[in-house]
C-alpha cells in the first residue's frame, strides 16, 4: 500500500487530474442541487425583498465582518440538513447583494435561525454572547444598542439595491425613514437574523428537520 501511495505521489501528472476530480465532485455536491427547482435568477417561493429595518440589519452585519465567522448556506449533505434544516436554494439568495454564501463556520451557519430564538435572546447574545452561549468565543456588540439608525442612509441602501434589480417601488424607499426611526443598530440586526429562514419546497426534497417558512411578506 506505502508503496503504491509513493509511485502515486512521484506521478505529478496523475495527483493532478485526481485532485481536479476531486474537487469536481466537491463543487458538484455543493453547487448542483442548490439549482434544483429554483432557477438562480428568481426568487424562491415566498421569498420578499427585506424590509427597510432588515436591510440596515443586514448593512450592520456585513460591515461588522458577521460572515467571516457565519455562513448562510446550508449544503445538501444530510449532516448538514439534520442540523440546519432544508438545504439552501439559489432563489433564496436572489435579493441579497452581496450573498453570503460560504464555507467559513467558526460559529453555526445561519441560514435557519429566524424564529429559532425570541427577540430577548438575540439581544442578550449579541450584547453578550457568553450569557447565554457560555462557551461562545463570539465577541458582544454593545455599541450598537446606543447607535441610532439613519433613515435617510436606509433609504440610500434600497436605491443602491433597487439599481441592481431589487423590486423596491418609490413608496417602499420613501417610507423607509419612517419605518426605522428611533431604531438602534441592533434593533435592525436582530430583525435581519429573523428574516432568516427556510424557504418552502415539495415534499420530496424536504428534510427531517422542520421546514420554517420563508421571508413571507406579512
Known sequence: ??????KLERNIGLMAVLIAAVISVGGFVEIVPLLVGSHMEQPAPGVRPLSAL???GRNVYVREGCYGCHSQ???SLDDETLRYGPYALAGESVYDHPFQWGSKRTGPDLSRV?????????????LNPRDVVPESNMPGYPWLADD???G???AAMMTALRRVGVPYD???IAAAATQVDGKSKLDALIAYLQSLKASPREPLAATSASALPSR???
Open 73 to 75: 448556506q446550508v449544503r
Open 148 to 150: 441610532r439608525l439613519d
Open 1 to 6: 500500500m506505502s508503496r503504491g501511495h509513493e
Open 54 to 56: 432588515e436591510v440596515a
Open 114 to 126: 429566524g424564529g429559532r430564538y425570541s427577540n430577548d435572546w438575540q439581544r442578550v447574545h449579541l
Open 216 to 218: 413571507m411578506a406579512p
Open 152 to 154: 435617510t442612509e436606509v
Open 170 to 172: 418609490d413608496a417602499t
